[in-house]
């Protein structure tokens, strides 16, 4: 019965595959997509009231602090800049920083206009938006349609939250007193952390991680604050050079590998030849 039920079925079809068709899987519905973008965008949205303590708690005043997230709107570069500043560290380190952080965004951007595909003119306020959570949802969609609608409502819902909840965070920062006790000073990071880990899907990822944690907790005390932060940038250049060393070396001994088996070959061929 198995050895039956395994055998493929008849070709009634008389296209020679078995008669098995394969239907296309059907598109995501436009609901199901605004259900999910809303998800992200709520959850997301609403840790933008530990930036806004965390930053009134800094030292940031309440226009400061409003003006980061509106222009700035990016959540890993404001927990980097604000936690720079608390450490009393540099303006142009911590500024320097968040910088290194927000350009990932940009290699979102190239990837997410030929998915999304929008007229020029709308182009230069879509930007705005691009940042890890609108890029994973976008890519999670099948069609472009529903990469755009993602998009478009992932942003909104989230821009609207993080800097409402931004806003109130800051108001409210005098009334929490001091952000340390209550350990907001942790909920950039673990944000940050939260976001992050799922993407590590590779061993080159996790050793990149790895490393920048390494480098960013053990040059801390060393140097000041902001600066560890940029020279842990430096994990992913190492590893990936790393690798190419490795790569290329494995490469070469296949090269050497297969010349040593036709030069084998070769004197075989050569030796038959002489006893015939």
């Not at 000041?224 to 070396?249: D, F, I, N, T």
């Amino acid at each position: 019965m198995a050895e039956h039920t395994a055998s493929p079925p008849a070709d009634i079809t008389g296209t020679g595959d078995g008669g098995a068709s394969t239907p296309e899987s059907p598109a995501k519905s436009d609901r199901a997509v605004v259900r999910d973008a809303l998800g992200v965008g709520v959850a997301v949205g609403l840790s933008g009231f530990a930036s806004g303590v965390t930053s009134a708690g800094s030292g940031l005043s309440l226009l400061q602090t409003c003006a980061l997230s509106l222009l700035v709107f990016t959540g890993a570069s404001q927990f980097a800049l604000v936690g720079a500043f608390a450490a009393g560290g540099n303006p142009l380190t911590a500024a320097a920083g968040a910088f290194f952080l927000g350009v990932r965004n940009a290699f979102y951007g190239l990837r997410l206009s030929q998915l999304l595909a929008l007229p020029r003119a709308v182009r230069p306020f879509a930007a705005q938006w691009v940042i890890d959570e609108t890029t994973a949802v976008s890519l999670a969609q099948p069609t472009r349609r529903g990469a755009r609608i993602g998009f478009a409502v992932t942003g909104l819902t989230l821009y609207v939250l993080w800097n409402l909840t931004t806003l109130l965070g800051a108001m409210g920062a005098d009334a929490i007193g001091d952000t340390d006790a209550w350990g907001l000073d942790a909920a950039g990071p673990a944000v940050f952390l939260a976001l992050l880990a799922p993407m590590l899907r590779t061993t080159t990822e996790r050793a990149v991680a790895g490393i920048a944690v390494v480098l960013g907790l053990g040059l801390l005390p060393l140097l000041p604050a902001g600066v560890p932060v940029l020279v842990a940038a430096l994990a992913a250049p190492l590893v990936l050079c790393v690798e190419g060393y490795r790569s290329g070396r494995t490469g070469g001994g296949a090269g050497r590998t297969g010349e040593a088996g036709s030069n084998g070959q070769r004197h075989s061929a050569e030796a038959e030849k002489e006893d015939r």
